[in-house]
């Protein structure tokens, strides 16, 4: 088994080696189909670079040639731009002349304004100081208010907290009333709960009988049904007897010679027939017996059907009975202890309902919070907030409401007169510088338009410049990019040759690995060492084989073991033949006798078993010989047993199993087995 292991995964081996070398072959071809185009793309690559040169050249003409056009259209730019900006800057001037004017007047009418509001300052201070009155006078009655407010707020919590205690006693009042009947009620009905608890013991006893009635039942059912399995057995044992007296009067039938079964002694047929008419008495006797038992058993598994049913029936109804009864008889044993416990309860939680009603009568309740709300109240007389007199100065402010701003705009008049003065001055000075800036951008652009006008326009030749340029740029990226495919297709060639030689390489290696795993196969398989393990065996298996064929033949037979043979071509094969012979010459092992094949097989079997116990380095101390001398005349068992005596000595223990009488003597130990009606039974001789 280990060297198929071997030869399995040798195979495996060589299978997957030969894969590889085929994988090999298939990517040396393709390395060698690329290989052949290396010739045209090195003569891409020469046409390419040609082009390329010649590109390259009318590239930086035609780049010259774009630079002088470019530089021509940025002069004429600078002088647009600058003509533009000449623009921008007389608009410029134009516009701060015009802001510098608009200013002038509105800063003179801001003098005018201002001089207006100066004149009166008296009426406009007064208004001021009177709207500062109210507003301290505002102040005092807001905090007086949010006084007062916080106090309103103080006394409202704890108005709401009195209520909430008073309610909750109310609360209180009710469900201890409700209690109070509620117990009342429970403890009126005990009387009528003990006559209700005397009146269901009546229905337990009946429950109870009844279940007694039905473990009577099920006695009577296990009773019957034992009876039943009794007589089943006793069937079972005469069924057995039958069997037996049956085939020990077919044996007394048998042929001549027949045995006492008592003492053993040859029968005549007077004997014969007086033990066959007994062996047919006892039958009928045993069939009688059978036939009343199975009657009898047949009547008491018709009675435990019956009485089984009854008690299914019968069961169901009871559970029922009990578990009604049950729930009844719990139910009023609470009630019971309810109304006990109620008749206890109901006096304190009276005297309870009592005390709280006394509290809410007398308002003996929240005492705390009463003497915080007259604490609060004391305190709200205190604040002496007065709401008219509140309103009054509100109306005084928002008549008055214009006076701060008056205010504000004379303090700013008073200070923009002088302000507005200087900047007048200011912006006269602005106006001045700005009217001359705007005459010399004035002057400065007209010039600018009349060298733009002398200035030839360079944009039509720039375009064509341009597009000469780009498709030149154009053409040269493309021949670049045919350039970089032709050297990379050159430098997959080499690269292609290298790995080509190394694919070679492993190929070389694969196929060394390959042609290895084969000879291992070989090696490992039945045709190698196996086959040489084999013919180092069969001469000493032929050896032992032969020697004990020897003792039980007479030196008449032995046998050859070999491990080849040669076909009807000639050609030589692996086997492994028996070859036996004796004095009529070689033949099959099919054309000998059946004592013969047993003399054959015994020595063969012997020889090998020995043979496997010294090469495992285990003891075999036991033979078992199971029959086969029946097959043997009388001068064969001699000799077998003279076999037998022979190697006796490689055993500690030596069976033979046999029913031929005169072997049995040549054995001093004997283990007899006998079958009997009740049984087979064994002793030792």
Not at 64 to 81: C, F, I, S
Not at 126 to 138: C, G
Not at 402 to 407: D, F, I, N, P, R
Request: charged share 35%; proline share 1%; with cysteine.
């Amino acid at each position: 088994g280990a060297y198929d292991t071997y030869e399995a995964r040798a195979r495996e081996q060589r299978r997957s080696a030969e894969a590889e070398v085929r994988r090999l072959d298939a990517v040396i071809g393709q390395y060698a189909a690329e290989l052949t185009r290396e010739p045209q793309y090195e003569r891409e690559r020469r046409e390419t670079v040609d082009e390329l040169t010649a590109v390259e050249k009318d590239l930086v003409d035609g780049r010259t040639r774009l630079a002088a056009l470019q530089d021509a259209e940025r002069t004429l730019q600078l002088l647009r731009t600058e003509a533009e900006t000449a623009g921008r800057d007389q608009q410029q001037a134009a516009e701060r002349v015009r802001r510098a004017e608009a200013e002038i007047a509105r800063q003179k009418a801001v003098i005018d304004r201002a001089r207006a509001i100066v004149g009166k300052q008296d009426e406009i201070r007064a208004r001021f100081a009177a709207l500062n009155a109210a507003r301290m006078a505002e102040q005092d009655h807001s905090q007086r208010l949010a006084r007062s407010a916080a106090l309103r707020r103080d006394e409202a919590t704890t108005r709401a907290e009195i209520e909430r205690e008073a309610a909750r006693l109310q609360a209180q009042a009710g469900l201890l009333r409700a209690e109070v009947g509620r117990l009342g009620d429970l403890a009126a009905r005990q009387a009528e709960i003990e006559q209700m608890l005397a009146g269901i013991a009546n229905e337990v006893t009946a429950v109870e009988g009844e279940e007694r009635r039905l473990a009577a039942l099920r006695q009577e059912l296990q009773e019957e049904t034992n009876v039943a399995g009794q007589l089943q057995a006793e069937n079972k044992r005469l069924r057995s007897a039958m069997d037996g007296l049956k085939r020990q009067q077919g044996e007394l039938n048998q042929g001549d010679g027949a045995l006492c079964p008592v003492c053993r002694t040859t029968l005549g047929e007077a004997g014969k027939q007086h033990i066959s008419d007994a062996y047919e008495a006892e039958g009928k006797e045993l069939a009688a017996e059978f036939r009343r038992n199975r009657s009898l058993q047949e009547a008491a598994e018709a009675r435990c059907l019956q009485v089984q049913a009854g008690i299914k029936r019968d069961e169901a109804e009871l559970t029922r009975a009990r578990t009604a009864v049950d729930r009844k008889q719990a139910g009023l044993e609470r009630d019971r202890r309810d109304a006990v416990e109620a008749a206890g309860a109901v006096v304190p939680i009276t005297h309870e309902l009592g005390a709280v009603e006394s509290a809410i009568a007398g308002a003996a309740f929240a005492d705390d919070a009463r003497a915080l709300l007259s604490r609060i109240e004391a305190d709200l007389a205190a604040t002496g907030y007065d709401e008219a007199a509140h309103q009054q100065v509100r109306l005084e402010m928002k008549a008055l409401s214009g006076a701060e701003v008056q205010h504000t705009e004379l303090q700013l008049a008073e200070e923009s007169t002088n302000t507005a003065a200087a900047a007048v001055a200011r912006s006269e000075e602005d106006l001045e510088d700005w009217r001359r800036s705007l005459a010399e951008a004035e002057d400065r652009q007209a010039r600018l338009e009349v060298v733009l006008h002398a200035q030839a326009d360079p944009r039509e030749a720039l375009v064509g410049a341009s597009g000469e340029v780009i498709s030149l740029e154009q053409a040269e990226r493309k021949l670049r990019l045919a350039l970089g495919a032709a050297e990379q297709k050159l430098e997959d060639c080499r690269r292609y040759r290298r790995q080509h030689d190394i694919a070679q390489t492993e190929r070389l290696t694969a196929r060394s690995r390959q042609q290895i795993y084969d000879d291992l196969a070989t090696a490992f398989g039945r045709k190698g060492v196996q086959a040489l393990i084999i013919d180092s065996v069969l001469p000493e298996i032929e050896e032992e084989a032969n020697g004990l064929l020897l003792r039980m033949t007479n030196g008449r037979m032995n046998v050859a073991l070999s491990t080849q043979r040669e076909t009807q071509k000639g050609i030589p094969v692996e086997t492994l033949d028996i070859s036996i012979a004796d004095e009529l010459g070689t033949r099959s092992y099919e054309l000998f006798s059946g004592g013969e094949a047993f003399r054959i097989n015994l020595a063969l079997r012997i020889a090998l078993s020995k043979l496997l116990a010294r090469r495992a380095g285990a003891p075999l101390p036991t033979l078992i010989v199971d029959e086969g001398f029946g097959t043997q005349d009388t001068s064969g068992r001699e000799r077998l047993m003279e076999a037998l005596n022979a190697v006796a000595r490689d055993f500690e223990c030596m069976i033979v199993i046999t029913h031929i009488d005169e072997l049995k003597d040549q054995f001093d130990r004997q283990i007899r087995v006998e079958k009997r009606p009740e049984g087979s039974i064994a002793w030792i001789e």
